[in-house]
């Protein structure tokens, strides 16, 4: 099959939905399916190459660039998949795969509320049309979880349009990466908490630097990711706070040192106001880093409390607290459990195919089954 995905960003923009789309296209690929990702140009996308993994990357300048794509590539593409709601240019990527009777699957990933209310009415109101219009043009419905899938229902998805197939992780991947010391490459001394993810703000990683006030001087903590926004004023904070010597920010990693961070880590933190399903908990429970994390969105429906992970309340500085001190005596026990956990429900060599079938059902020699 030929099979383009859509999505706003892609390599070397790395957040969840980017990396959710590389690894199913590989999976894909290793089936004998072609695969190309259409994404914007501009900075987070520029001077790449047109191949990455495998991955045919097509960069356009707008949506009428896209267009183009889609009138020059129609009788070669089997299928449609898009990516993230309340964008247009997710948006035209259906309205384009309708025009040339291209079967669509839409991912939504999940719905981010917002704190300020601005922000708050502009999301109403783009669920109450756009998000609307983009589940009517969606052929198939990939929800990652139940929340999702209860989500995407409030915003007028139809229940039969929705399968469930969770986010997951590529084991044979990850069982060849070969972990070395992270704590001896980074100069570390101390046991450390991690936290792996964009550097934004609905990440709330400020909440972790004035939680650690409150944790141990004998525990450091380690914030890996990329800035979307916030990394200035995560960095003033920890000078404000002085924790420079207990808070160490890595900006930018290759995944052998995520992974070698992974296996040392006394736990993977996660501090969001509202989350679908992160790959960094799928990867943590892999390397049975034990995961600590705010019950938000999707976190639920994948850690469940004192069994695979350990849950607190968003924003609840005494609860996070109370979990780290719980990882000290709980957490390897905990991560056994996660890791088993994640091998029966949690991988692409099972889940990819699961997303295949559904493909291959809307799809007959590349046209719209009736």
Known sequence: ????????????????????????????????????????????????????????????????????????????????????????????????????????????????????????????????????????????????????????????????????????????????????????????????????????????????????LHIPEGFDLILMGQDDGTLNSVSRLILEKKLKNRIHIIEKAPFVDVCSAYTEALALVISSFYEGLPTVILEAMFFQAPVVASSVGGIPFVIKDGENGFLYQWNDMGGYVECVKKVMVEGKKVAHTAKKNLIDNYLWERNAQKILKIYKELTKNGKLQN
């Not at 959710?20 to 695969?35: C, D, P, Q, R, T």
């Not at 987070?44 to 183009?68: A, H, P």
């Not at 399968?163 to 084991?171: E, G, T």
């Not at 991947?173 to 704590?183: I, K, N, T």
């Open 1 to 212: 099959m030929n099979i383009v995905f859509v999505n706003r960003y892609f390599y070397p923009y790395l957040g969840g939905v980017e990396f959710y789309i590389l690894n199913l296209a590989k999976e894909l690929i290793k089936e004998g399916n072609s695969v190309t990702v259409v994404c914007l140009k501009g900075k987070k996308g520029t001077n790449v190459k047109s191949f990455f993994n495998g991955v045919r990357v097509v960069r356009v300048s707008n949506i009428l660039g896209m267009f183009f794509y889609f009138f020059h590539q129609a009788t070669q593409l089997h299928l449609c998949h898009v990516n993230m709601p309340r964008n247009w240019f997710s948006f035209f990527g259906l309205v384009f795969s309708k025009v040339f009777r291209i079967p669509t699957v839409f991912t939504p990933h999940c719905f981010y509320p917002s704190q300020e209310p601005l922000k708050s009415l502009a999301k109403t109101v783009c669920d109450l049309t756009l998000t609307k219009i983009m589940f009517k043009l969606s052929n198939k419905v990939i929800n990652l979880t139940e929340k999702d899938k209860e989500d995407s229902i409030q915003k007028g998805m139809q229940e039969f349009q929705s399968v469930i197939i969770p986010n997951s992780v590529n084991k044979l991947e990850l069982d060849g990466v070969e972990p070395y010391s992270f704590m001896k490459k980074y100069g570390l001394k101390k046991p450390f908490l991690l936290h792996i993810g964009r550097f934004a703000p609905v990440k709330c990683i400020d909440f972790l630097i004035q939680c650690h």
